[in-house]
């Protein structure tokens, strides 16, 4: 008898309630809250989606609200769920869940986890939103089933998350993964961060919204310039894929270049980190994805040295718009060593 | 009885026997062979170095015969020794003890394992000497006791590693940490692997001499050029530091650049794998190492975004010329899990 225990106890330390039936994974999001209610295999049983409310004290009363709306819309009690996940927008502290500062939510140490579980006395565990997301790819989407996976998140800026062996890898600064903010292009464009000539400030919506207005200021033509006064900081995706699809030479230009980008950050992860699978996704992968990835796989794998890159697929996110869910239920269940 | 063996196995699973007193570690480099013997505490009670014989035949005659050489220098007999360690040029296969093709050394397919074995009847375990070295520096010298080390070895190439929680990262294409071909200026100067702007193609020496030839062509003046006719692709790292004492202003500012360009590997590395240290080795660290080291991590800290540097350190090689040695033994006690 003793054995026997002893042994379960190595494989699972936690076992789950009887009781606990279900997850709750929380993707908050700079313009939005998108929520979802799983069983234990992880499908989605409800989901829930709300504007975010952009202050401190309104986002600690509206977190857990959505979390018991969510319920009810799935016909859950509280008892019966056993973690909740949430992957939120950094720098923060996953160890002790705390948010420190976003520029989006205007949160500053902000204690996510404690309101949670004070609230609704239901464990919660916390990550970087992008980790998360590449969390979810690794275990349930592009790279099911493989031990070295990397994300790479293409918005208004470029996230990135490394999963190793099923666990996000955060390193000694627990902000590892931050593959945005690769050097690139040596003393190249400014990025937000303040530095020069990372993949952020080569290859996301808000380096071509300045390569844009750099073209419109030397008189270069485009529809885009027609169709939308300016500026153009807060391009629309489906709008760029009108007009790539409508062949302006401009937007074609622009892309052409970001794929070339994305494709020597890609050498770097291959030639650092030798993973499994890129997987690439985000807001720009998602509208035009299709022009470029084809042209990131050539150049990646043509540009990397023999016997780096022949292991190595480079992917479309497989869950799209569910990765932050998906990989937030994920967290939670690796949270409860329930995987 | 039964359970207390069944938990001294998980522990270590293989227990050496009494009689085993020593290792040796081998530092296999494309101009010589130094190896050394130590006991279990990694002490090195004596040493042997030899020219490589670079040819496939001759060198797996060499490498068995050095070590039985080295045995009789430290008076070890082949059965007290308990496993053998090597660090050799890549690429390699290091599960199966086969290097693939060396520039250097003119192997193919070279079974550098299973020569070894089949000759002196000592288990052998092999990895890249970068790795190697890597490692040597992360479990005994300047990333002692730390989780998260990158070892970046500047000298005629860049070559890198990855150490994890005490083990080489390897990633899935058994190459990972292949930090020298980083791309740091798209589009820039060619690389020897044929890719472009690579970290080794801005500060190795091949980087410093292609700019020495530059200079000289466009009639910049130097000390360099009045002492040696070039080509420079051979650059003597102790005159390179004459040259620097001297106040030379071509090697200063070409110095400038390279600590400039090692500062932005360093970023790049910092924002994706947050390591507790960075160290920083090879030829060209040994020999100007206190010029670039203060620079490198002036700007690699200034240019990093905040959460992520500040638990990052940045150490010149505690080892020296040992961390190949060092590191081999590091390896092959890890191989017999006598760590």
């Known amino acids: 008898m003793e054995i026997e225990s002893s042994t379960q106890t190595a494989v699972k330390p936690l076992r789950l309630g009887e009781g606990k039936k279900f997850y709750v994974g929380v993707d908050l999001g700079g313009t939005k809250i ?19 409310i952009t202050h401190q004290e309104g986002l600690a009363e509206q977190l857990p609200r959505l ?35 976003t ?16 609230h609704l006395k239901i464990p919660t565990f916390m990550d970087n939103d992008v980790n998360v997301a590449t969390l979810g790819e690794a275990l349930l989407g592009a790279g099911e089933g493989k031990d070295f996976v990397v994300g790479i998140f293409v918005g208004t800026g470029i996230g990135g998350g490394i999963v190793l062996n099923g666990r996000i890898y955060h390193g000694a600064s627990k902000n590892g993964g931050e593959i945005g903010h690769m050097v690139i292009l040596a003393d190249g464009p400014a990025c937000g961060c303040g530095g020069k000539g990372h993949l952020e400030a080569l290859a996301s919506k808000t380096a071509m919204a300045r390569q844009f207005e750099a073209a419109l200021a030397q008189g270069r033509r485009s529809r885009l310039f027609d169709e939308v006064p300016g ?9 760029l894929q009108g007009l790539l699809d409508a062949g302006d030479d401009l937007v074609t230009e622009i892309l052409i270049g970001v794929a070339h980008y994305l494709a020597l950050g890609c050498v770097s992860l291959i030639h650092v980190l030798g993973p499994d699978v890129i997987v690439l996704g985000g807001g720009v ?11 990131i796989k050539q150049e990646a ?12 697929e480079i992917l479309p996110s497989a ?6 869910l998906l990989g ?9 060593n329930d995987l």
């Open 285 to 295: 992968m998602e509208a035009v994805g299709d022009f470029l990835l084809p042209r």
């Open 328 to 336: 937030a239920v994920t967290l939670a269940k690796i949270g409860l």
């Open 231 to 239: 500026p153009y900081d807060r391009l629309d995706t489906r709008l």
């Open 301 to 312: 794998f043509a540009s990397s040295l023999r016997g780096t890159w022949e292991r190595t």
């Open 34 to 52: 998108y929520a979802g209610l799983t069983n234990r295999e992880g499908n989605i049983l409800a989901t829930v989606k709300e504007l975010t």
């Open 67 to 101: 979390v018991e709306r969510l319920l009810e819309e799935g016909g859950a009690r509280r008892e019966e769920v056993a973690a909740i996940g949430v992957g939120s927008p950094g720098p923060l502290d996953p160890d002790r869940g705390i948010v420190f500062a």
């Open 103 to 118: 520029p989006n939510l205007s949160l500053h140490d902000f204690p996510l986890v404690e309101i949670m579980e004070s």
């Open 319 to 324: 869950l799209g718009d569910d990765a932050g």
